[in-house]
């Protein structure tokens, strides 16, 4: 029950955030229309006339005059927050902060991408370690094995893991060299896969807990589990850096706004039947963190070997196919952060340097840990945080300040959030400083214990 209403929580404030990106979105645009309807009146009267020195005087301070005065003499009225142009968060950032902001925008981003890139390079190893070294008979039924029990061999689970980490990275770290591109099909495949293995195991769940077969038994509520849990959620809803690639091409953008409603309730509706599925299904005690691989070594559940195998290599299909796009960002994000107007890298520092700063630290992680839930947990917790809730809040914040002395206060963002009063923003920010205090104190609670 706790975790089914923080969960409806965690589901409110990122949609908050989501309308606040699409809102600077607009205010970015806007400034860009701005900006060219400004050179082309330029260009106009350099065509037409010469200057007096009154009138350059008066061009050379264009963003203090409300772009209205522009659209009079530009003849017919121009809606500025049309969102035509995919503006990345990136560039918003570059737009309305200063250039501390910028950084500090890009450090997030770049902390995030990491943990992004070593939860994906220790959930491929485990999933294949769980499938060549699981009782896949239907003999044994669901049971919770230790890194130290062996896989084949003298060699131990823990052994396998490290090897086939170490066949991922040979195999997939050579694509972070270079660029990733025409990955369309790629990407309709893997969604494809996925909502075929979701829907399999929200089916495979109900039939068994129908038949009267389910092993769980979960309490009220776990309260120890809540700062976890705010981690994972964070990083289950996070969406916001991508909505300028999914927003721009909608061609009408009027019903944005329901469509966005529609969606965060469908991903409400899934995640709360996947994982209520998951709690009264399965013994808690012998979850995997990969939820998948609950279906691999259990016939009881699923008894069609097939099917058990494409379940439990689910995971290395889409995440591998993630790992390099994923990795090809993280990389670019470096080279944005520390590039300087008019210079240029070298080619070791382009090629060799950037690319092996993006593989090695995630890799390194993966070696050290696959504790799946604690690197989720804690991507989501502290760079997920940033991006999800205090990134948009300060992009909407002074995207709006930004644009009175350009616009005036006459026109009205059409794509204005519904939670257009300052509180909602500065709510979020200090909504997300108290989550991020609670798991901090919650994690040294637990290594005191220890």
Not at 196 to 221: C, N, S, V
Not at 279 to 298: A, K, R, V
Not at 362 to 389: D, R
Request: contains cysteine; hydrophobic residues 45%.
């Amino acid at each position: 029950m706790a975790g089914g209403i923080t969960e409806t929580g965690e589901l409110y404030s990122p949609y908050m955030t989501t309308t606040f990106v699409i809102e600077a979105m607009a205010a970015a645009n806007a400034q860009l229309c701005w900006k060219r309807r400004e050179q082309e009146e330029v260009q106009d009267n350099d065509s037409t006339s010469d200057y007096s020195d009154d009138d350059v005087r008066g061009r050379s301070e264009p963003e203090t005059r409300p772009i209205l005065s522009v659209q009079r003499t530009g003849g017919g009225h121009v809606d500025h927050f049309d969102i035509v142009e995919r503006v990345e968060m990136g560039q918003m950032a570059s737009m309305f902060f200063n250039k501390v902001g910028v950084n500090m925008f890009y450090i997030c981003m770049v902390v995030y991408l990491y943990g992004d890139l070593a939860i994906y390079a220790a959930a491929v190893p485990i999933s294949l370690m769980e499938v060549a070294c699981g009782n896949h008979s239907c003999s044994a039924g669901s049971v919770k094995y230790d890194d130290t029990d062996l896989c084949w061999g003298p060699v131990t689970r823990k052994d396998a893991y490290k090897v086939f980490l170490s066949i991922f990275t040979l195999m997939l770290g050579p694509f972070v060299f270079f660029d990733a591109q025409k990955t369309k099909y790629l990407q309709i495949l893997t969604s494809l896969m996925r909502w075929i293995a979701f829907t399999m195991m929200i089916i495979l769940a109900l039939i068994r807990i129908g038949k009267g077969r389910g092993e769980g038994h979960p309490r009220m509520a776990q309260i120890s589990g809540v700062p976890n849990l705010f981690g994972v959620c964070v990083y289950s809803f996070m969406c916001q850096h991508s909505l300028p690639s999914l927003v721009t091409p909608i061609s009408d953008k009027r019903s944005v706004g329901t469509l966005v409603v529609c969606d965060y309730v469908l991903i409400l509706g899934f995640y709360g039947l996947l994982s209520f599925t998951a709690i009264f299904c399965f013994d808690s005690s012998l979850l995997h963190d990969m939820y998948t691989l609950n279906f691999t070594d259990n016939c009881d559940v699923l008894d069609i070997p097939a099917l058990r195998y494409f379940l439990g290599l689910f995971p290395v299909f889409t995440i591998s196919t993630n790992f390099p796009i994923i990795a090809v960002t993280l990389r670019n994000n470096w080279k944005t952060l520390f590039h300087r107007d008019g210079g240029t890298y070298p080619w070791v520092v382009d090629r060799i340097v950037f690319p092996l700063i993006t593989l090695v630290p995630p890799i390194i992680v993966a070696f050290c840990t696959h504790n799946l839930e604690s690197l989720v947990g804690i991507t989501g917790a502290y760079a997920g945080t940033g991006i999800q809730y205090v990134i948009p809040a300060l992009l909407v914040y002074f995207g709006r300040r930004h644009l009175v002395p350009l616009l005036g206060t006459d026109e009205v963002n059409k794509h204005q959030s519904p939670f257009r009063h300052t509180f909602w923003v500065w709510f979020v920010v200090v909504w997300a400083t108290f989550c991020l205090m609670f798991v901090t104190a919650n994690i040294i609670l637990e290594d005191t214990k220890k």
